[in-house]
């Protein structure tokens, strides 16, 4: 049976997440309850493709809180999280990680969308060139994307050691532990901040702006940087998000620009 709000919600919200979705096969988490559902591929085994509004309709009759477009297919696209695998370490540092991670990429004249993850922290991403992060992967985009990863958590880590938030952060770690990290199998800096290379990947995906995470109840919300300071997980709420806007492209930065940055 269809759940009403959710319905009005997609109905809303559908025109808004389409732009991410379309061309390129779709991921979805399904609720059924309190049990969650990864599907990606019709019973036939194709995958989902998501291209219209009644396309986002009838998956919300099926309980589909959150899309997850994948990251090959026409343009590439690339995600950086700031996450907190800890939730034990307040949202505002992860908030204070990803507004100084901002003004690094405006620095760099990186262009890139900022969006609230839905539950643990933060996201940034934009496109790639398809053939063009293939070559510079050396046949595959995933090890070049990996390098833009390790890169920009490097400097981040240095700005954040050298910044005014260094000693709220350590209220939470251990003297010798980094801020950030890269490895999500580390299991000796629980409380890092996490900025993932392992999640680009083949059949990697992004959660879509305007998707609700299955287990908070709070939509991934696209941000301006100036929202940073002071966001609060209640300003995600779907029915806060239905007053919202936020941009329909994702945008584009040149591999031949990263890599001038990585060498």
Known sequence: ???????????????????????????????????????????????????????????????CYSFHPHLE??????????????????????GAAAAELASLLDELGVEYSLKFSGRRGFHFYWAFDQEQAREAGGGEPWPFERRVI??????LEERLQAGQWRGEFYRYLSPDDPITLTNSADPEHARSLLLDENIVHHNGSLRSPWSVHPESGLVSLPLQRDELEGFQAQDATPEKALERSGPTEVPRNSVSSLLALLR
């Open 1 to 63: 049976m269809p759940i009403q709000w959710l319905m009005e919600y997609w109905e809303a919200k559908a025109d808004s997440v389409l732009p991410f979705l379309q061309g390129r096969p779709v991921g979805m988490e399904l609720k059924f309850e309190k049990r969650v559902i990864f599907r990606r591929r019709q019973k036939g085994g194709d995958f989902i493709a998501v291209e219209t509004h009644s396309d986002v309709m009838y998956w919300a009759r099926q309980h």
């Open 73 to 94: 297919d026409g343009f590439l696209y690339f995600i950086l999280d700031i996450d907190r695998r800890d939730v034990e370490v307040p949202l505002a540092l992860a």
């Open 150 to 155: 390790v890169f920009l958590r490097d400097r």
